[in-house]
C-alpha cells in the first residue's frame, strides 16, 4: 500500500518542477517598494537575470502565490543555520522532483561523454548584495582558492579529481565556463547538486578584499607579521559558503543569513536578487523572512506540537506523529508523512576498525554479524515502534529503485534464533554459567551500542534487540552522547559499535555513483578509518585488510570506467550482493514515515513527499521559495 501512495505521490509532484517559459511582466516585491522608489534598490525587472528561471507551481499552470510573511523554524544547534543552504537549495544544476537533474543557477549546461561540462550564466545575474554573478566568480575559486597552497593546503577537493587529475579550466565567453577531464567524472553534476553541494565559484568582489594577491594591506601585514591571524585562516573563515555563518558573505540562496553566531536566533532575509520567479511575473522566494530559532533538540517536538514552528522536520520522529496529531487543531498546523529515502530507518554499524584486537576479530568474522542480524525480531520493531508501517528489511535500496531485490532486503534479515545460535557456536564464543556467551579472551560478550542521544527513537529500537539479543548470549548496552563526541569515539577507534540510520540514498539508479557501498568516507561508521584512508590518499586511517572490502573498492573503480548504463547497473547489483552477504550494516526497519509539520496557511507544501538528504536536501528538492501565506 505505500508503494503505490508513493508512486502516486511521484506522478503529482512532478506537475510543480522548473519550466523553460517566459515570465508575465515583473510585479514588484511590496517588500522593496519603499527602496525602489528612494533608489536604494534597482526595480525587480533589472533585479532578476535577463532569463529567469521560471518555476511552475502546482498543477502546471501556476497557483498565485503572494509575498510576505515569516517562515519560523527550529533548530537544535547554532551550527544548523546551514540548512538555510540546504533547503533554499539553490545549485549550478539541481535535481528536479522526479530526481532528474535540471539547469537551476545556470541558464544551461552541456555534457560530453560524462568528460567535458559546459556551463552557460544567466545574463544579468546578481550576487545578493547587488554586484555581477559572472565567470570571475569560478576563476577566483579555480585559480586563488582551490589551487592556492595557503588556502588549500591539499590542492583542490577530492570531488574535483578524478584518479588524482585535476580538470582544466576554461573561460569561454564572458557567460560560459567549461571543466574537462581526461576521463570521465559522472560524481560531477550530482556533487554540484548535492545537498551539501560542491561549490565551484566563490564572490570574488568581496573575498579578494581577503587575499594576499589582492590586497595590498593583507600582503604587507603578512610580511611584516603585524597580522593577528595567517590571512589564510580569515579568508577559510569568511568563505563557507556552506556553513552560512558570515552574514556579510554574498549568497545566491533564497534567503540571505543577517545574524552572526554564537546566537539562539537566525534572521534570513530574502535575497533581492534571487534568480527564480513565478509563472505570474513575482520573483521568488514568496517568504520575506525564515526565522531559526534555537532549541534543546530533546524539546524541538514539544516546541513544535504547541505551535512555535510554520515549518518543520527536523529532529522530528516517528514515535512524536501522534503526539502531533493530538494538537493539530488547537494550533492551526497539519500533520503530514512523507517517505523516508534512507536504506533503514535504524542500523547497526559494527566498527571493523575498532581499536580491541579482540572485538576487531570478532566484528570481521561474517558469521558473528549474520547471527546478530538474525537475531533481531524485525516484526516486533516494526509493529511496536513503527505501527507496522516500516519494511522489515537489511540495509539496502528501497523498492522505489531501479535496482531493488527482493533478495537483498531478505538474506540474513528473518527472525531465526536457532541458526543465530549455531554459527555463534560455531565461532567458539561459548556460553558461561551465566548464560552469556564470552569472547575469546573470556569477557562477557556484552556489546557497547553508542548513539547521538538525539531522541528516544533508537533507544526504544535498541530495547527490544536487547530482549532478543539475550535470548542468544549476548549482552547489549547503550551509550548515549553528544553527535560530535559520539563521531569522534567511532573515528578514533573506540567505539565497537555505533546505531544511525542506513543508506543516505535508498532511491539510486544506475546512473548515481555506488560510493556509499565502498570505503570512500570517514563518516562510514562501520569503517571509519578504511574511509579516511581513502580521503586522504593512504596518509591517515586503515590500509584495506579484508578480501570483501577490497572488492567494493574494486568494483566502485569499475564502475567510474563502465562506459554504458548495463555495466554500471551489473556493478551495483554485485556491491547490493556483497553488503546483503557480509552485513557489514545491520539494517532492521526502512520506509518509516517522516512526521512534516507545515502551518495550516502555509500553501504549497505538497502533501506527499521523499524526505531525504542526498538527493533531495529535505525540503530543498520541493523549492521551499515556492512556499507562500494564503
Known sequence: MMGR???????????????????????ETPMYKDDVAAGKLPPVSERVPRAPLVVALE???GVPGRHGGTLNMLIGRSRDVRMLVVYGYARLVGYDRNLALAPDIVESYDVKEDRSFTFRLRKGHRWSDGEPFTTEDFRYYWEDVANNRELSPTGPPRDLLVDGEPPKFEILDAQTVRFTWSKPNPDFLPNLAGASSLFIYRPAHYLRKFHKKYSKKVAEAEANGTAKRKWSQIHNRLDNMYQFDN???????PWMNTTRPPADRFVALRNPYF??????????PYVDQVIMAVADSKLIPAKTGAGEADLQARELQFNNYTFLKQHEKRNSYRTLLWRTGSGSQFALYPNLNVNDPVWRQVLRDVRFRRALSLAIDRSLVNQVIYFGLG???????LAESPLFREKYRRRWASY??????TLLDSIGLLRGRDGVRRLPDGRPLEIIVETAGEGTEQTDVLELIRETWREVGIQLFTKPSQRENFRKRVFSGETVMAAWSGLDNGVPTPEMSPEMLAPTNQQQLQWPKFGQFFETSGKAGDALDMPEVKALAALLQDWYGATDRAERERIWHRMLEIHAEQQFVIGVVSGVPQPVIARTTLMNVPERGLYNWNPGAFFGIYRPDTFWYK
Not at 502516486?8 to 509532484?13: F, G, H, S, T
Not at 534568480?275 to 521568488?284: K, M, S
Not at 519494511?391 to 535500496?397: D, K
Not at 531465526?416 to 545460535?421: F, G, M, T, Y
Request: proline fraction near 5%; glycine fraction near 6%; aromatic fraction near 4%.
Open 247 to 253: 552574514p556579510d558573505l554574498p549568497t545566491l540562496q
Open 416 to 421: 531465526d534464533r536457532k541458526a543465530a545460535n
Open 391 to 397: 519494511a522489515e528489511s537489511n540495509n539496502t535500496v
Open 5 to 27: 501512495l508513493w508512486m502516486l505521490a511521484v506522478a503529482w509532484l512532478a506537475l510543480s518542477a522548473p519550466v523553460a517559459t517566459a515570465a508575465a511582466e515583473s510585479i
Open 59 to 61: 498543477g502546471g499552470a
Open 275 to 284: 534568480h527564480r520567479v513565478d509563472v505570474n511575473g513575482r520573483q521568488l
